[in-house]
């Protein structure tokens, strides 16, 4: 009877510190370690699954108790390495905590461990998968790994370090197994793979690597199960390699994510059934999307094609390809695909349609709304602030300015001479014209010692638009050019009107009255406050210009404040925008401030 036959992943496995692949930082602190004498009485190896965890914890006990021992080299043929490696040391305990994690598990170690080493220098107790032992048993082992016996060494080993007591983890040296590069898996195999006899293509060992998820063992694994499909002298292919690992081509994950960016729903059913009728599992084929985007999200944002090789698992060949496919997505839009995955993954592993359910996913994804930057979409939604703020607006139409329709009566307004106009003084009494430098969104007014009532407010309105020009949110441009009506503008302030208190407490806590300040301050070259009144103060201003008869004569370089017609004449203006606005459309059957902002962006509901 022939000998039974051993899986390739326990016939290669690492039987010294030199051999274990990809952890060089771990194995040269535990060899420092044994030379100088500096033994631990407690480890802790932690790390994804396949990255040596277990295999260096024999290696650790062979290097302990070797014959020449303690070493850094273990010879691996005396009687202590041999029995080592056949699991049959009296001094080496290996526990499968995942079995055994009761706490009369734990007080059946503390009973062994107060014998003393038979044939080797030290008592090692190898516990892997430890964090499955129960909270008592934690507490049971705390005291006993806390002080050891002399001569005892406790070696830990587990894939979620999260979960072993804390009060565990600090009296551990703890070693963090990282998971192996695609470059030091695909060497591995090859050796293996040469030794072996395998005919195996290079692409197809390259993409064993890449399905392996950073695993060594999980890659000579399906290396032994891929090997039987050349023992009939054919070499062994990446098709192969698909079809015995059930999972997707490079070129199947592109013409799918190339038809969700050109939103091609027709091609991407059909792709999807052709996959899935391939033998490919609807969860399977979400797992390897979910990859390729995130392999496409740092191809988007790393620049540096070093760095970049460490972090995708992907064939080099792809990276410029799917680096023009991203051109599609915003970055934020692939972090938001991949967060919708993450939570479809959830749904498909409790339904039991998963076919249908992956249609409806990478459907819903391909007719996502056009993702904005967020900070485009906060300024366009600013300029409702105000008006949500009150409470008062439950319907807001678009953003359209109707073309106000002078009154009749403006055109036939007799300018007054100077020397009779007499004006009430507001609490900013005249409006200097700043000297501007280099401002190409605004010209200089000129200085006029004698204007007419219009003239002024012509003026006024001139120098009030350069200033909401130089907003630089377009939201507030939109804000105090429809809402707001200015009363007088100078150097010293401003004083705008607006509608009611909801609108001025909004200017004031959306900070769109900083933002004309500091447009303001652009276009005086100097600070200046704004302050705002309501249209019913106008009525106290009226009152107060009819009491006093003063007039005053405009000095040269400034603007004249609007006198009693002229403001009452922008007040008529700003009332006749409410009535030419167009009317509210129909209720879409949502809240009313929904049906407002799908209103604003002229938006649509899809069924």
């Known amino acids: 009877m022939s000998q039974s036959y051993i899986p390739l992943y326990r016939k290669y496995r690492p039987q010294t510190f030199a051999d274990l692949v990809g952890q060089e930082v771990v194995s040269k602190a535990l060899c420092n370690a044994i030379e100088a004498d500096k033994i631990s009485h407690a480890y802790l190896f932690t790390g994804s699954r396949g990255t040596g965890k277990t295999s260096a914890a024999r290696i650790l006990a062979k290097s302990l108790n070797c014959v020449n021992g303690p070493t850094a080299t273990p010879c691996g043929v005396c009687h202590n390495c041999t029995d080592i490696t056949n699991g049959s040391a009296i001094d080496v305990q290996e526990i499968d905590a995942a079995s055994n994690n009761g706490v009369e598990d734990a007080r059946d170690i503390i009973e062994k461990v107060q014998f003393v080493p038979v044939s080797g220098k030290y008592k090692i107790f190898i516990i892997d998968e430890v964090h499955m032992l129960s909270k008592e048993a934690f507490n049971a082992l705390l005291k006993t790994i806390e002080e050891p016996p002399k001569n005892l060494v406790f070696i830990l080993a587990t894939t979620e370090s999260h979960k072993v007591l804390e009060t565990i983890v600090s009296r551990c040296q703890r070693f963090d197994f990282r998971k192996i590069k695609i470059k030091d898996i695909t060497k591995r195999l090859e050796y293996i793979s040469k030794q072996e006899k395998i005919k195996i293509t290079p692409q197809a060992i390259e993409l064993i690597a890449q399905k392996s998820s950073g695993g060594l063992r999980d890659a000579i694994a399906l290396l032994d199960q891929a090997s039987v499909l050349g023992t009939?002298?054919?070499?062994?292919?990446?098709?192969?390699?698909?079809?015995?690992?059930?999972?997707?081509?490079?070129?199947?994950?592109?013409?799918?994510?190339?038809?969700?960016?050109?939103?091609?729903?027709?091609?991407?059913i059909e792709l999807i059934e052709k996959i899935v009728n391939q033998g490919n599992e609807p969860l399977l084929v979400l797992k390897e999307l979910t990859e390729y985007f995130r392999n496409m999200l740092l191809i988007k944002n790393i620049q540096d094609a070093s760095k970049l090789s460490d972090l995708v698992v992907i064939s080099e060949n792809y990276v410029d390809k799917i680096k023009d496919q991203s051109e599609y997505f915003e970055t934020i839009e692939i972090a938001q695909i991949l967060e919708k995955m993450a939570e479809y993954d959830a749904m498909l592993k409790n339904t039991t349609n998963q076919m249908m359910w992956l249609e409806v996913i990478l459907v819903s994804i391909l007719h996502r709304q056009d993702i904005k930057v967020l900070k485009d979409l906060e300024k366009r939604v600013s300029d409702l602030e105000a008006m949500i703020t009150g409470g008062q607006i439950k319907q807001q139409p678009q953003?359209?300015?109707?073309?106000?329709?002078?009154?009749?009566?403006?055109?036939?307004?007799?300018?007054?001479?100077?020397?009779?106009?007499?004006?009430?003084?507001?609490?900013?009494?005249?409006?200097?014209?700043?000297?501007?430098?280099?401002?190409?969104?605004?010209?200089?007014?000129?200085?006029?010692?004698?204007?007419?009532?219009?003239?002024?407010?012509?003026?006024?309105?001139?120098?009030?638009?350069?200033?909401?020009?130089?907003?630089?949110?377009?939201?507030?441009?939109?804000?105090?050019?429809?809402?707001?009506?200015?009363v007088e503008i100078s150097k010293d302030g401003i004083l705008l009107a607006l509608a009611n208190e909801a609108l001025i407490k909004g200017a004031k806590e959306?900070?769109?009255?900083?933002?004309?300040?500091?447009?303001?301050?652009?276009?005086?070259?100097?600070?200046?406050?704004?302050?705002?009144?309501?249209?019913?103060?106008r009525k106290e201003i009226k009152k107060k210009l009819k009491q006093e008869h003063k007039k005053e004569v405009v000095s040269e370089n400034t603007i004249q404040i609007q006198t009693e017609e002229s403001f009452d004449i922008e007040f008529e203006e700003?009332?006749?925008?409410?009535?030419?606005?167009?009317?509210?459309?129909?209720?879409?059957g949502f809240s009313d401030q929904t049906d407002m902002i799908i209103d604003l962006f002229q938006g649509k509901v899809i069924d």
Do not use: C
């Open 399 to 486: 953003p359209i300015r109707p073309t106000l329709q002078q009154p009749a009566p403006i055109a036939e307004i007799k300018p007054a001479p100077v020397s009779e106009q007499k004006i009430a003084p507001l609490p900013v009494e005249k409006i200097t014209e700043p000297t501007v430098q280099e401002e190409p969104k605004t010209k200089p007014i000129p200085a006029k010692e004698e204007t007419s009532s219009m003239e002024n407010k012509e003026d006024l309105k001139e120098v009030w638009t350069n200033i909401v020009n130089l907003l630089e949110s377009f939201p507030s441009k939109r804000f105090f050019m429809d809402l707001a009506k200015p």
């Open 510 to 537: 959306s900070k769109k009255i900083h933002e004309l300040e500091a447009a303001a301050q652009k276009f005086f070259s100097q600070e200046v406050k704004v302050n705002l009144i309501t249209f019913e103060d």
């Open 574 to 588: 700003l009332a006749q925008v409410k009535t030419q606005m167009p009317a509210p459309t129909p209720s879409k």
């Open 232 to 268: 009939d002298g054919n070499e062994i292919t990446v098709d192969d390699i698909l079809s015995i690992s059930g999972a997707l081509s490079q070129d199947d994950l592109y013409a799918i994510t190339d038809s969700l960016a050109k939103k091609q729903p027709e091609v991407l």
